[in-house]
């Protein structure tokens, strides 16, 4: 998950916890084509996380379809609450995390 140079020579838990107290977090909603709704989150850095894993995890969890590119996870549907709430189960900091209505 983290970079060994990053930590320093921390233990692997310390440095992750520390990675994602780093994360400023952005969830919103844009609308596609055809009245479509994508759940965008954004701000968690592909140099600490594998935004792959993640957005399997997510999927997963959520049971949706959706992809990460671009520096950023995209979920089919409105799921902003529920993707809080699953990247806080995650440990990543609550307060760290933004939902934009």
């Known amino acids: 998950m983290g970079d060994a140079g990053l930590c320093k020579g921390l233990p692997p838990e310390i440095c992750a916890s520390l990675?994602?107290?780093?994360?400023?977090?952005?969830?919103?909603?844009?609308?596609?084509?055809?009245?479509k709704e994508v759940?965008?989150?954004?701000g968690i850095?592909?140099?600490d996380f594998d935004l792959e894993e993640l957005a399997s995890k997510l999927?997963?969890?959520?049971?949706?379809?959706?992809?990460?590119?671009?520096?950023r996870i995209e979920?089919?549907?409105?799921?902003?609450?529920?993707?809080?709430k699953i990247l806080v189960?995650?440990?990543?900091p609550e307060e760290n995390i933004t939902v934009i209505y």
């Open 59 to 71: 999927k997963s969890k959520l049971a949706v379809g959706g992809t990460a590119k671009n520096g």
């Open 75 to 84: 979920l089919q549907g409105d799921h902003r609450f529920k993707a809080k």
């Open 39 to 42: 759940t965008i989150i954004e």
């Open 89 to 92: 189960d995650m440990g990543f």
């Open 19 to 35: 990675g994602m107290e780093e994360q400023v977090i952005k969830i919103r909603l844009e609308k596609r084509r055809f009245g």
């Open 45 to 47: 850095s592909e140099r």
